[in-house]
């Protein structure tokens, strides 16, 4: 396990001051690593967690080479072009049992849906492209309506026995879990489900059910972190909202370190004077600070905090306040709770969460899913810009008369302002090195469905 100074020596013109977007993905991957234990589950409740072993196939699927309609399966070399082909009725294959028997040039023999194929025969024509000559036993196939192998599966054309089915690092969706299914399997081996502990920080954030009070805002970010972290399939542990008091401050990082795989909190890591919560961090953990070159979301604190057996030796961890200082630092790796400390504003939160934290909870979870592409839609309005920045405008994604896709802002983009977010169905993304956006430029939009 690698310290904060060890990742950031690592990192080419690592700057915790203004560090690019993309370089704070590369530290989080390299900070965090996956869950080691492992359970096996029934398939009804694997549905949104991580293989943690290949799926290998124990059998062929189809088992059989089978027939893909109803109609009649025939030998197709007697097919000529341009002519009507007659053949003699001789035996009904049905699903579920072989149909056993021998079928000769000019005969063949009827089929259903999924019955296995009859030794030699590899050509099914469906019903409808046949007229049956009433009670002699013959149909006729029309001319030119099918060549030879049409309608015809072959024998684990899905997948073959021994085969990697699922490879480890997959998350289980629905299809997912019907494949296994389909394997006879009743049950996976996954990971243990992480768990993320969370709490709110700040002298003037209410719980709900407090009365309203000059100066306090309601906690809406313990209940946004709560659905994202829901949506995830990670463990819950909601520590509620912790005052700016050291005493509780400290016993709810301690709590959180001992229960948790990740603690998450809001609030308290800009430079504002009455908060404990950086200072905390500070003693508590291996933990770096930025500010991030990018809107919103600019403050965010990253690292690791101590369980109590382990805090004696984080203790000892010096705390380098420049860059430089880091490349001399020989602390020996330590473990801990991975912390992510998000900046207190209700978007802030949500953005910083999904552009950094969820794909470092899901390499923890075990997941090899890369990030889900990006969709690209054209901007019905202009955007200002500064390069050397990652900006995220709350969007929204529609489908104009043409097809294609647009995006528009969904009005104020304060970086507290929740009901644009609610309005949103994506975050358009301004990439770092991109400058204005006219109206009509094509921009990329990170979409919430499938996310959030
Ligand atoms: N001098 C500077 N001031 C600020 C900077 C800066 O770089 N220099 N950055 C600004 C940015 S950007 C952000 S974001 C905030 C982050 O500050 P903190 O992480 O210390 O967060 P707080 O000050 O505690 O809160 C900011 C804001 O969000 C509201 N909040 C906090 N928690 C919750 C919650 N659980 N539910 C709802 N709303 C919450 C809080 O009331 C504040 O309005 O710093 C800027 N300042
Ligand atoms: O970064 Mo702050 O999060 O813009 O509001």
Redesign the pocket.
Known sequence: MKTIAQIAAKLQGYDPQALSAADVNTFLERLVEPVSATEDLPLFSALGRVLAQDVVSPISVPPHDNSAMDGYAFAGDQLVAGQPLTLRVVGTALAGKAWVGTVAAGECVKIMTGAIMPTGLDTVVPQEFTTAAAADGHITIAADVLKTGDNRRFKGEDLMEGSVALAKGRLLAPAALGLVASLGLSTVTVYRRLRVAYF???D??LSLGEPPREGA??????YTVFGLLTRLGVEVIDLG?VRDEPELLEAAFRNAAQRADAIIT???????EA?HTRTMMKKLGDVAFW?IAMR????MAAGRIATTENQAKLASIAYPSSASSYQNDTNQPHSGAVLFGL????V?VMVTFLAFVRPALLRMMGSTHSAPPLLRATSTEAMRKKPGRTEYQRGLVTTAADGTLQVRTTGNQG??VLSSMVQANGLIVLHHSQGNVAAGDTVDVMVFDGVI
């Open positions: 709110s920080t700040g003037e954030i805002v309601y906690d809406s970010n313990r909202v809001s609030g308290g890591v800009s430079v504002g908060d500010r919103p979301g600019r403050p900046p207190g504003n209700p802030a970086s507290g």
